[in-house]
């Protein structure tokens, strides 16, 4: 049996990645041209400064493949600092009807530029002076990106990515003669723990507002597509024509073909420790659980000189890795936490309500149904800290508690596929 959903590839790893290649190779996978250039002119209307913003959407070849080119042209008296683009931002998404998700992205993504630009020159957030990236055509690209992914259904698809291919060599921007990629760049990818590839040529590939979209889009990176189904195909093409490669930026959506062991990717966090505590432990793990690890597992060892020691073992998503290494530090010591990306099968399972009568009491216990391939259910567990509650009301043991609710799930779950 098999579970279709769809999932969206951003291939960027030949042609790098900038905002305005993000909308067009939305719009060329289908999203609605009318919405998304009307989202895109509203940016004028919230910023100040704006005095004329035009919109231009044409098909172009590029190096034999056919794109879509978004032109975004702008007269602006001055560029916005740090404070003015995030205001501008949320003024702006107040105004549009896009899903909350669509919404969010919209904003770290600019968030993420401005955290970039402010660690890069040493400033406040709020007070950092943005050259480039304080453009209208940023906010234009993210406000575009997120109405026109919004449109398509993105928010709603499991978003993989190929490594970004960053360029090479060097370019004059505002402050002078760097190497590729910008500063901003690398320091947006080094923050999210995103790979780049530098090449195939000497140009600038990924600017920072494109990878800054891409961070925030991507869920997963993998060198190579999943297994799945092919719907559509959409190309954004970048600014310039280059002899030595086509400069467009691809994305595809499908459908994967998944049974129903599920595959989640997690990161894992390790570090030994021999000199912390069984309080400071127990109070590791209750904290590590409440600020969003998956689990956490003390495993005993013997160490160098034979000294009694444990690993600390985290699961974590990748957006929440950093803040859990700071925390691990923070609360054992440790000099170094090792991490690695690490892909798992899980069953597939579902929460259901259960209605139980115990000595009176009518309630309702939560209970987890895991269930294999062939929908046969594996294992049905009553969540424990409503059954613990339950048999301390009704001054019956744990296991008798836990087996009348797992009698009443049976006979439920027999009741629906009858």
């Known amino acids: 049996m098999f579970r279709e959903r769809k999932v969206l590839v951003i291939d960027c790893q030949v042609a790098g990645i900038s905002g305005d290649m993000v909308v067009g190779a939305l719009l060329d996978l289908g999203a609605d041209e009318a919405k998304v250039v009307e989202a895109i002119k ?6 100040s400064g704006c005095v004329c913003l035009e919109v231009t959407i044409e098909d172009v070849v590029r190096r034999g493949v056919h794109a879509k080119r978004v032109d975004i042209r702008a007269e602006e008296n001055h ?11 949320v003024k702006c998404l107040d105004h549009l009807e896009l899903s909350r998700k669509a919404k969010e992205f919209a904003l770290n993504s600019v968030k993420t530029l401005v955290e970039a630009e ?14 480039e990236v304080g453009s209208i055509d940023t906010l234009a690209d993210v406000v575009g990106t997120a109405a026109a992914a ?3 259904g993105i928010f709603n698809m499991k978003v993989h990515s190929t490594p970004v291919a960053v360029g090479g060599g060097v370019f004059k921007f505002s402050h002078g003669i760097v190497s590729s990629p910008a ?13 780049m590839i530098g090449g195939p040529i000497n140009s600038e590939l990924a600017t920072p507002t494109g990878v800054s979209l891409l961070v925030n889009l991507a869920e997963r990176v993998t060198q190579f597509y999943p297994l799945m189904r092919v719907i559509s195909t959409g190309y954004g093409a970048g600014a310039r024509d280059f002899s030595e490669l086509p400069n467009v930026l691809r994305m595809t959506i499908g459908e994967t073909l998944d049974y129903k062991v599920l595959r989640d990717d997690i990161f894992v966090l390790e570090t030994n420790v021999d000199d912390i505590t069984g309080e400071n432990i127990g109070y590791l793990i209750d904290k590590m659980l409440h600020e969003g690890a998956k689990d956490v597992s003390i495993i005993p060892i013997f160490s160098k000189k034979n000294r009694p020691a444990h690993i600390i073992k985290v699961l974590t998503d990748r957006s929440d890795v950093e803040r859990l290494i700071n925390m691990l530090i923070e609360e054992t010591g440790t000099l170094g936490v090792r991490l690695y990306p690490c892909e798992r099968r899980i069953l597939a399972r579902e929460i259901i309500p259960v209605q139980v009568s115990i000595n009176g009491l009518e309630t309702t216990v939560n209970v987890k149904v895991a269930k294999d391939n062939n929908g046969r259910i594996i294992r049905i567990k009553p969540e424990y800290e409503e059954i613990k509650a339950l048999a301390e009301k009704t001054f019956m043991p744990l296991r008798e508690i836990v087996r009348i609710v797992e009698t009443n799930a049976i006979m439920l779950l027999r009741g629906k596929t009858d």
């Open 42 to 47: 509203s940016v004028k209307d919230f910023t």
């Open 79 to 89: 560029e916005m600092p740090g404070l003015n683009l995030i205001e501008n931002t």
């Open 150 to 152: 919004d449109n398509l």
């Open 183 to 195: 500063p901003a760049t690398v320091e947006i990818l080094r923050s999210k723990g995103f790979p």
């Open 118 to 131: 402010s660690k890069i020159h040493g400033e406040p957030a709020e007070r950092v002076h943005l050259h």
